[in-house]
């Protein structure tokens, strides 16, 4: 058996403040361009848990839905007042959800094990060589 972590988060002004509790957490680096136009860095760090340990202790946040490189249509969720983004979800995945790694309040509770959409990664993304690289989305 796993043992339980919990995870908090917020946003940039505060509005919106999560936390997620669950035995189940994976991270990975992405390098589509999709997630570094929504996040406006080289490349985001999703951190994928299961959707019903997730819980918005408070505010609410705005989704914007486009149909990603897998053909798949993906809602990102953002702060409505500071623009922070926060979760990623897939229509595909509805029980579950990728955080932001940037939003947790202690980002070195994860360890992101791989990266995904290598191809599109901008030459001045500097990471570790010998993570394993995936074309598209990892496992
Ligand atoms: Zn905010
Ligand atoms: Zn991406």
Same mark, same amino acid.
């Given at each position: /058996?796993?043992? /339980? =972590? ?16 669950? !035995?189940?957490?994976?991270?990975? @680096? &992405? ?5 570094? %136009? #929504?996040?406006?860095?080289? @490349? +985001? ?5 299961? #959707? ?7 505010? %609410? +946040? %705005?989704? @914007? +839905? ?6 798949? $249509?993906? =809602?990102?969720?953002? &702060? $409505? ?6 979760? =990623? *979800?897939? !229509?595909?995945? $509805?029980?579950?959800?990728?955080? *932001? ?5 202690e980002p070195e509770l994860i360890k992101p094990t791989h990266q995904s959409w290598i191809g599109k990664a901008v030459p001045w993304a500097y990471l570790d060589r010998d993570l394993p690289s995936y074309a598209g989305?990892? $496992?």
């Amino acid at each position: /058996m796993q043992k /339980m =972590t919990t995870l908090k988060g917020g946003c940039l002004c505060g509005a919106v403040r999560f936390q997620w509790r669950g !035995e189940s957490v994976s991270a990975s @680096y &992405c390098h589509c361009l999709d997630c570094r %136009k #929504a996040t406006g860095g080289p @490349y +985001t760090v999703g951190v994928g848990v299961d #959707a019903a340990g997730l819980t918005i202790s408070s505010g %609410k +946040t %705005k989704g @914007y +839905t486009t149909v990603a490189d897998s053909g798949n $249509p993906i =809602t990102r969720q953002f &702060c $409505p007042k500071c623009g922070s983004p926060l979760f =990623t *979800k897939a !229509e595909v995945c $509805p029980d579950r959800v990728w955080i *932001k790694a940037g939003s947790l309040d202690e980002p070195e509770l994860i360890k992101p094990t791989h990266q995904s959409w290598i191809g599109k990664a901008v030459p001045w993304a500097y990471l570790d060589r010998d993570l394993p690289s995936y074309a598209g989305n990892g $496992p």
